[in-house]
């Protein structure tokens, strides 16, 4: 598994001419380390002086965003994996026979299961992304002063992970059978980042003032 490689072995997969992982798997562990340095921000707040004076509604909201932190992390880190799965499953469907109308029509079918696989991981990554942005701009607005300039590295991964996921459902969804699908995945995303690309913003200016 890719998870278990050492950060050397994953990055060399990567850059080797193997077909996978590609840029799936990468913005699947962008988006669990942009997650991973709001946590960070979190755990560098809960519990310090500053964060004992706020009042207890805001002590709550920091306690659920760890939470959510934490939830996302456990599942954007499979991703990793499972979008690499998902475009070796698209290769092999290429590298099909298709000598005859069977082998032809199996090649065809494999083809767009594993192309919907490979719509689906980057969806999921997507949405689960989407998730990340208020827990971000709350430790942005609320975490440790000296961890600042974290939060707005961690809110930067989460929207490239965003645009990244968008750009492989797109490269992806040209290729699949039912174009009604198609288009709708392609259009949760693009509203996924006019959604959020505001919330990364203000992320960002907030940081960049208290810097
Ligand atoms: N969910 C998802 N994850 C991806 O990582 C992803 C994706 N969708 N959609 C498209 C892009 C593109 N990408 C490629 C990786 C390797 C080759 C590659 O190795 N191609 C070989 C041919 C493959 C072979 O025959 O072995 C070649 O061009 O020589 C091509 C394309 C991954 N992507």
Redesign the pocket.
Known sequence: MLVNETLEEYVKDVSS?K???????VSALVASLGVALSSMVYNLTIGRKFYEEYDSDIKDEIESGLKICERLISELMPLVDE?KN??DDV?KA??MPKNNDEEKALRSQKLDEAYLK?IN??LKLARLLSEGFAPTLLIAQYGNPNAISDAAVGALLLFAGLQSAAI?VR??AKFLKDKSLADSAIEECENLIKRYEPVKDEILSISIKNL
């Open positions: 001419s077909p996978a992982p590609g840029g799936g798997s979008d998902a475009y290769i290429i590298k490979a991981v980057p492989n490269v992806n």
